[in-house]
Structures are given as C-alpha cells and as structure tokens.
C-alpha cells in the first residue's frame, strides 16, 4: 500500500508531525522507537515547554505516548535507512522492505557524530548502514562493524550468523566499554566468530570497494564494513537533498529542495529546542497535508 505521509522519527517533531497528519486525515507511517526520543528521556528537566513547566523529560515522552495512543498512531520500529524521491511518491527502505508514500517528513534528528574519513566515498560501494538490508551480500564472508550504540551490537550478532568473521569496534557512547561488550558476545556467540576490537577507527580505504578499516593500532581487511549510529546524516539518507553541514535546507515552510519531502527538528538546523522541534513538526505536517491535496487537484 502507499501511505499519504510516511515520517522519520519518533522525537518531539516527529510526534507532532504525526499527530497533526492524524488530525487532517491522513495515512501515515510512522518510524522509530516507541521509547520515542532516547535524548529527551535522559533530559533532567525541561523548563520552556509551554503549558507543562519544569517536566522531567520522561514525563513528557510519556504525554507525548498517550497522545500518539488517544489517536491510534502506532510506531513501526523499522530503522530506515535509505529514502529515494521517485517522483510522485518516495520509496522508503526499512527493515529490509520496501515502503511507499505520496509524501515524506524527516523528523529524525541530527548526527553529532563526524564520518570516518572514506566513510562517504565509499558508501554504497563496501560501506553501508543497514545489516538487514545488506548483510545477505556478505554470507560466508568478513564484515567490520563500528558501533556508536545498543543497536549496533544485535546488529553485530545477526551478522555472525551470516558472515565467517564479524569484527566489532565500539565507537561513541560504546567506547572504553570492551569488558562489558565482551561479556554480551561471549554470552550470545557460541561460535565465537564475533571478534572486539578495542581501537579507534582512523579511516576507511580500499580500491574499488571498501576493505580496509585503518585504526590507532592498525589496519583490518574485511569484505564489508558497517557504521551503525544513532542518526544518519539527511543527505547520506536521502539522496539529492541538499544540506548545509549537518542540517538539511528549509525555509519557513519546512519545505526542501525535493518536491514533496519535508525536514523539521534537530535535523533542520539550531535551535536543538524541543518546543521548537514539535512547531517545526506541525509546519511540517501542514505542508505535507497541502502538497498532497494540490496532487489530488
């Protein structure tokens, strides 16, 4: 089927752009966690959300559930991975399928974290963002994956039962954390095929496919390398957006330079703001709604 507004992201934009659709009568997809925003969850004490002064951030995540739940949204927690405008409509890669919708809202947030050097020449071509979507190419073979969260380690595992080697090294929040980590593998990995590499990774490089990860202690040859992160850049996501440094560009609208594609929140640029991140959602929501309607005229 092909949803009217399919939206990435389960963050304050991400709620709201849904929540608004809900409200014009739409069909919609929404992807992420049903955590939501694991950033406003950890939040202490959020002082400038209107009407709700001084809430911890896991109250107003759960407000924020009840809402999505009033209105019967539910969460699709597929990690999407790729977006592709095919013109009157965007194919969303999630999970290993293939989604449709007229229209699309990235509410996904903002990577802090920098590419590794080669990362971006050779995405597509040895590197890549999804083991579910990728992993079968490397049956029988080696793969590297560099972690930057929880996710990164099942990822790890499901790619041990494809692959003859998997080395993981932990990056990020999962840096410095070895002893833990060897724990988890040693517990799930019976074939002990999942090797941890305790360094940090300097740079990708290879000829025509990617198949060396250079890191402070050396280099390791694979077949394949994975970088599994929290948030992928918007133009790594979508190709053909155009983006300024990290964020995507948008005027007042929330409207991109792809015709139907809409980005608000963290991804749009500063203020990193939560009510500013829910108005953006609703602008973003709205314009969704009407490009739609104009298609239907």
């Known amino acids: ?27 919609i997809i929404l992807f992420g966690s049903k955590a939501l925003s694991d950033k406003m969850i950890k939040a202490h004490r959020i002082l400038n959300y209107p009407g709700l002064p001084d809430i911890p951030g896991d109250e107003l995540a759960e407000h924020m559930r009840e809402h999505l739940k009033s209105l019967d949204i539910e969460v699709t927690e597929k990690q999407v991975s790729m977006v592709y405008a095919m013109g009157s409509y965007f194919g969303i890669q999630a999970g290993g399928e293939m989604f449709e919708a007229s229209s699309c809202i ?39 994956v560099v972690g930057y969260n929880e ?37 799930s990995n019976e074939n002990a095929n999942i090797v941890l590499i305790n360094e940090k990774p300097l740079e990708i490089s290879g000829g025509l496919k990617a198949d060396t990860l250079k890191t402070d202690c050396g280099e390791h040859k694979a077949d394949g390398i994975f970088v599994i992160r929290d948030a992928v850049a918007p133009d790594k996501l979508i190709p053909g957006l155009k983006t300024d440094g990290r964020h ?37 929501a709205i314009s969704a709604v009407r490009y739609i309607d104009s298609m239907q005229h």
């Open 248 to 284: 995507a560009v948008v005027d007042l609208q929330m409207k991109t330079n792809i015709e139907g594609l809409f980005v608000c929140g963290d991804a749009a640029g500063e203020p990193y703001q939560y009510i500013k991140a829910a108005g953006q959602g609703n602008t973003a």
């Open 151 to 187: 996710e990164s380690i099942a990822d790890a595992e499901f790619l041990s039962e494809l692959c003859s080697k998997v080395y993981f090294i932990p990056s990020g929040k999962l840096y410095g954390k070895a002893e833990m980590l060897k724990g988890l593998f040693a517990e």
């Open 106 to 144: 990235l509410a996904g947030g903002v990577s802090m974290d920098t590419t590794i050097p080669g990362e971006d020449n050779y995405l597509g071509r040895g590197v890549s963002y999804c083991t579910t979507c990728d992993g079968q190419f490397y049956k029988d073979k080696s793969a590297i």
């Open 1 to 27: 089927m092909r949803y009217d507004i399919a939206i990435i992201g389960t963050g304050p934009a991400g709620v709201s752009a849904a929540i608004t659709a809900k409200i014009r009568n739409k069909n």
